[in-house]
């Protein structure tokens, strides 16, 4: 409402009325009638004022309806999977963006003592018509496919920590990789990093911050999805050191979803153990038998050591790999996956890596030695008050496997951080079931 124009319409009205004294009752005419015309503008003009305001607060109405009508079509917006989960792609490329696969609950999230990194979300688009200055992304095409994942790094430890890593996209091999990053396409203001202006890999004790990491992929690397089975990699190294040191080396491996049918396959097929066989594609593996939650636990000076469970699979190396497996039989390979879990309640710091196991087949007949190579980077020591997973891998050729009818594990013996041989060089035995 115009109440700066109302006001000056009353005192204009006031003014009017104050002047009508006696002497000017025996004005002539001509005076009354421009007194009557003033009064009349008044009255027109407050009018005009009252229609205003009326249309104003019918327009304030509509303002408000609108709003109210728009707030259930942005919730349904932000739960729309066509959504584009990164606009910064569009705007850098001048490309054309199409949405293929968005995945809002992926899942994946790497705890390395406390420093956490989450991938919270992640979209497939594919690019065309880029301009030329963007061609350089995608080999020098004028098109390709980005993997867009909103991740979120936390600092939930008491201090700094250093964490220079990276997530990437495994397909094929090891050694075919997309690396995740943090730069492309993403604004120099929204880059996912510290702002400690000393180190921006520098994360303080309560850090939290999300954003973008880009994984940049040609046609035919996009094309290599539907024939292997690409897995998403979160890297360990979190420190407290900048030089890295003691660091967490451990890295975080999922299943990589990239359709319908990928979900379905992956949700629906067996729960395979996360051994290098299986996180670096190195073969394909067929259920033979398994029994887990065994729980089956044995302790040596404070060591406590526990059986959790076993796998028989039938493996068939990946292409890159055949001549990796050439020693072995043409009839096929038995992989035996031992997952033990090691509680270390002694005083001294036991060597993980260091653990020279052997599986001892029908009253040690055969003895076959553990397969190091094809076991995940997981915590090459064990502190005092620490407890950490352990996978063990041994192959066999299957046709000496449908002979065998017992199997017992020869956990250990453990060895020291100095290398030296603990507790006086004792070992564990665990029955495998058959």
Do not use: W
Not at 24 to 48: G, H, L
Not at 240 to 251: A, K, N, Q
């Amino acid at each position: 409402m115009n109440y700066k124009k109302v006001m000056f319409a009353i005192g204009t009205s006031a003014l009017l009325l104050g002047a009508c004294t006696d002497e000017k009752k025996t004005a002539d005419v001509n005076d009354e009638a421009e007194s009557s015309k003033a009064v009349e503008t008044v009255e027109t003009e407050v009018e005009s004022v009252t229609e205003t305001e009326t249309e104003t607060d019918d327009a304030l109405e509509e303002l408000r309806t609108a709003l109210e009508e728009l707030k259930p079509k942005e919730a349904a917006a932000s739960g729309d999977d066509t959504a584009i989960l990164n606009p910064n792609i569009a705007e850098m490329t001048e490309g054309v963006v199409e949405v293929l696969y968005t995945n809002k609950e992926p899942g994946y999230a790497h705890d390395m003592d406390g420093f956490v990194v989450t991938i919270d979300e992640y979209q497939i688009t594919k690019v065309s018509d880029i301009n030329r200055d963007s061609e350089y992304l995608f080999k020098d095409n004028v098109e390709g496919y980005v993997v867009t994942a909103l991740a979120t790094y936390e600092n939930k430890r008491s201090n700094p920590v250093y964490y220079g890593g990276f997530a990437s996209l495994l397909m094929d091999d090891r050694y075919d990789i997309v690396y995740g990053d943090r730069f492309k396409l993403v604004p120099r203001e929204d880059v996912l990093q510290s702002d400690d202006p000393t180190s921006a890999s520098k994360y303080p004790a309560g850090f939290k911050k999300q954003g973008f990491l880009s994984f940049v992929m040609t046609n035919e690397q996009y094309e290599k999805l539907a024939n292997t089975k690409p897995k998403l990699i979160i890297a360990g190294g979190a420190a407290e050191r900048e030089d890295m040191r003691g660091g967490y080396l451990e890295e975080a491996v999922f299943d990589f979803i990239y359709n319908e049918d990928s979900k379905e396959a992956t949700e629906s097929g067996p729960d395979y153990y996360r051994d290098d066989l299986t996180n670096q594609n190195i073969a394909d593996k067929k259920l033979v038998f398994e029994k887990k939650d065994i729980g089956q636990k044995l302790e040596l000076n404070g060591l406590e050591v526990t059986l959790e469970g076993v796998q028989y699979t039938e493996i068939k190396p990946s292409a890159e790999y055949v001549n990796t497996f050439r020693n072995f039989a043409d009839d096929g390979i038995i992989a035996v996956t031992v997952k033990l879990n090691i509680d270390n309640k002694s005083e001294e710091t036991v060597r993980l890596d260091g653990i020279q196991s052997i599986l001892s087949v029908d009253d040690g007949e055969f003895r076959y030695l553990y397969q190091g190579s094809l076991e995940p980077d997981t915590l090459k020591t064990i502190e005092p008050g620490k407890s950490s997973e352990k996978l063990h891998v041994f192959l066999i050729d299957k046709y000496e496997f449908d002979r065998h009818e017992k199997f017992d594990l020869i956990f250990g013996p453990f060895t020291g951080d100095d290398g030296k041989k603990m507790f006086k060089g004792r070992d564990l035995l665990f029955k495998l079931p058959r």
